[in-house]
């Protein structure tokens, strides 16, 4: 039998053997993302859409990832297919480590679109060794315990209260140091080039920097 090729059949073909960019960004809500895609002609005006005005009534949208693919639509649908339990109803956000995401969209081939002027192959491996680094962190290791108080390196008027192994509350949120240190930085416009921290060197406790103090047997 003849198989017919409909205006929607082949314009399917074409968007799934199109480049197009899947994009991360990071919300007002600690441990809370948007995992979307987009059109590569699109993708500066839909970032300035929601970064104005929000989505799904959550605020605060912020551009941390993009990368441009091939097979990109099939592949977001892969994202959501794997992380669906971390889905908010039916929405793009997502309850996720947003370094674990971006190392996963790095093992893709493509282009890095943001952050710009990037080596992906040199950004996969610092954001495998960062998280490795924060895998093994442990406040309690350290001797620290529940309530304790660690501050910023930079600024020691911001600090954050221990509640858990890996950890903090921040101005009523729980964060682990990662992502409150990006956050911190990017509030400051001082990110790093790779967007990338290790939490535990840029906090420290009685004066000390988290990863310098010693393990307790």
């Known amino acids: 039998m003849e198989k017919k090729f409909t205006r929607d059949y082949l314009l399917n073909i074409r968007k799934n053997n199109m480049k197009g960019i899947i994009y ?115 406040f309690y290791k350290k001797g620290l315990k529940n309530g304790d108080v660690v501050v910023f390196k930079d600024d020691e008027k911001i600090t954050a209260k221990i509640v858990g192994e890996r950890e903090v509350e921040y101005e009523g949120q729980i964060w682990k140091l990662s992502p409150l240190t990006y956050k911190l930085y990017e509030q400051r416009g001082e990110l790093n080039e790779s967007g990338a921290y290790a939490g535990a060197d840029y906090f420290k406790y009685n004066g000390k920097r988290l990863r310098e103090l010693p393990d307790m047997s």
Request: hydrophobic fraction near 35%; charge should be negative.
């Open 24 to 138: 991360i960004m990071t919300t007002a809500v600690s441990g809370l993302i948007k995992i979307g895609q987009t059109g590569t002609n699109n993708y500066q005006e839909r970032m300035r859409n929601l970064e104005a005005n929000g989505y799904y009534n959550v605020a605060g949208l912020k551009r941390f990832f993009a990368i441009e693919l091939e097979d990109y639509a099939d592949k977001e649908n892969l994202l959501h297919d794997i992380f669906n339990k971390h889905q908010v109803g039916e929405s793009e956000l997502f309850a996720l480590d947003q370094e674990l995401l971006r190392q996963l969209l790095l093992s893709f081939k493509g282009k890095i679109i943001y952050p710009e002027n990037i080596d992906q192959e040199k950004e996969f491996d610092v954001i495998s060794n960062v998280r490795r680094e924060s895998r093994l962190f442990s």
